[in-house]
């Protein structure tokens, strides 16, 4: 652990588990550092040491200042669950590691979390997980905006988590960009498009969400489902553990003047597991999303309605007319006349119970007014 207090904190509660206190035990266990072994520090304080950690106002939030691999100075001014970049003289190229990561946490980063927060959980138990953020961006700058979501093998970790680091960016400033390559465009999740993006990097899968459309603000973003979209894609494990979500900025050059105004994460209760019960089954609906007169864009959502997880699936249906499927994306598409096939892709066949999907498809021909679709598991 690279914080004195940090490590003061840890060595304390094994101290205590010995005689006996369960908290202690507990986090002996986990190795969690709590927020009571960071300084008591009131909004306004200035952090500008390299990996310096604060309370942000409720004890369930951090602040910290994240300097990376590089040598370059930076400080942040901690506020109620809002943070400010006073200086930053980073100078890294993009494409790489950013220089710096300034942010506010709930849970964990690394070994140091905050008190209270409703993580770690486990990813096959993931509860619901939606975000509010606001910001004011600086003017100049290589940097992102985003959310920063890290998931671990195990509930509790020492140095860097090894499973996987999942950003979700509103806004890319300057020359910022992912790393990685571009593996999917215009995903529609939690009310937005976003370009997939993913890189094996550092011992984890690396994985950024770009949205399409840069943002400063968010309300109700709902983080599970793009947990759940790396899930499906395999780059996350349902036995994984989600330690920590950060809001903040990754710079790589510049910097100075990006703000935090607010910042809240609501977790909700996890679900009880259950065993499976009755045959997996699975309905769909059509809705249009736009439409012009030589053609349509449409989304079919996919619902689980059984009493397992559908592990793969088809949908079928007949055009009323002579339309047809120009081009489609989350499915296989084959079409026979008026009769339509499609398959899921090879990372969102498995929908959990009562859980839903979308795949979407552009149409040629006037938009059908009502069509009745056939779904079954695979």
């Known amino acids: 652990m ?36 960071l300084p008591s520090t009131a909004a306004g304080t200035q952090l500008c ?60 980063h690394q070994d140091i979390c905050s008190e209270d927060s409703g993580l770690p959980v486990q990813v096959s138990r993931m509860p619901e997980l939606t975000g509010n953020l606001v910001t004011t961006p600086a ?59 993913f890189e094996r990097a550092q011992g984890r899968n690396r994985i950024t969400y770009e949205r399409v459309g840069e943002v400063d603000s968010v309300r109700g973003l709902d983080i599970r489902a793009f947990g759940k979209d790396a899930v499906n894609r395999e780059w996350v494990k349902p036995d994984w553990y989600l330690i920590g979500v950060e809001a903040g900025f990754d710079l790589w050059r510049g910097g100075a003047g990006n703000s935090v105004d607010s910042f809240e994460l609501k977790i909700g209760e996890q679900p009880t597991p259950s065993s499976p019960s009755g045959p997996a089954a699975c309905t769909a609906s059509l809705a249009i999303d736009e439409s012009w007169p030589q053609g349509f864009t449409a989304t079919i959502k996919i619902t689980n309605s059984g ?17 047809r499927v120009e081009n489609s994306w989350n499915a296989t598409i084959t079409q026979k006349g008026r009769t339509v096939h499609a398959v899921n892709a090879d990372y969102n066949g498995l929908i959990d119970v009562r859980d839903s999907i979308t795949f979407g498809l552009v149409g040629i021909g006037a938009a059908p007014k009502t069509m009745a679709l056939t779904c079954v598991p695979r």
């Open 307 to 323: 009493g397992r997880p559908v592990e793969g699936w088809t949908v079928d249906w007949t055009f009323p007319g002579e339309q």
């Open 2 to 37: 690279s914080n004195p207090l940090a490590q003061l904190a840890f060595r304390v509660s094994l101290t205590i588990a010995a005689i006996g206190v369960c908290g202690a035990v507990l986090a002996a266990a986990v190795g969690l550092v709590l927020l009571a072994a």
């Open 139 to 197: 003017e100049d700058g290589d940097y992102a905006t985003a959310y920063t979501a890290w998931f671990h093998s195990k509930p509790a970790v020492e140095g860097l988590p090894d499973g996987a680091e999942m950003a979700i960016w509103l806004r890319a400033n300057g020359d910022a960009r992912p790393a990685g390559i571009m593996v999917a465009g215009a995903m529609p999740i939690s009310g937005a498009s976003w370009d997939v993006w």
């Open 49 to 108: 040491g390299k990996s310096e950690f604060a309370p942000a106002g409720d004890k369930d939030y951090l602040a910290g200042n994240n300097i990376g691999g590089a040598g370059t100075a930076q400080c942040v001014t901690v506020g109620d669950q809002g943070l400010r970049v006073d200086s930053a003289e980073h100078d890294q190229p993009v494409g790489g590691p950013p220089a710096a990561s300034p942010s506010l946490l709930k849970g964990c």
